[in-house]
Nanobody, 127 residues
Framework: QVQLVESGGGLVQAGGSLRLSCAAS????????MGWFRQAPGKERSFVAA????????YYTDSVKGRFTISRDNAKNTVYLQMNSLKPEDTAVYYC????????????????????WGQGTQVTVSS
């Protein structure tokens, strides 16, 4: 069983920055590809960013490209989401997700690919 705990959410003004962290309680964190998703009120949970097991490849939804950066530290069992130039439309609950895979250089933008989810952290961007 993998437990994921997000932190770093909060209230920020438009144009500001936040850094989300997701700590995983697993011995083999480097065997998991990771993703960040978000869910705004009244909307479905949607893909934000993904990263491969080694961190060598990343992938973003178009609306956050150039503003958000996903990274990971396998020694600390942690994945990060650096969010810059935040906009009110980025307001949502942000979730990290993990998928155990034997493929080293793949990522996924599909919710169904991920077996483990955190409890979420609220990000609110005021205009």
């Amino acid at each position: 069983q993998v437990q994921l705990v997000e932190s770093g959410g909060g209230l920020v003004q438009a144009g500001g920055s936040l850094r989300l962290s997701c700590a995983a309680s697993v011995r083999t964190f480097s065997e998991y590809r990771m993703g960040w998703f978000r869910q705004a009120p009244g909307k479905e949970r949607s893909f934000v960013a993904a990263i491969t097991r080694s961190g060598a490849r990343t992938y973003y939804t178009d609306s956050v490209k150039g503003r958000f950066t996903i990274s990971r530290d396998n020694a600390k069992n942690t994945v990060y989401l650096q969010m810059n130039s935040l906009k009110p439309e980025d307001t949502a609950v942000y979730y990290c997700a993990a998928d155990h895979t034997s493929y080293i250089n793949t990522y996924s933008a599909s919710r169904g690919s991920y077996d483990y989810w955190g409890q979420g952290t609220q990000v609110t961007v005021s205009s």
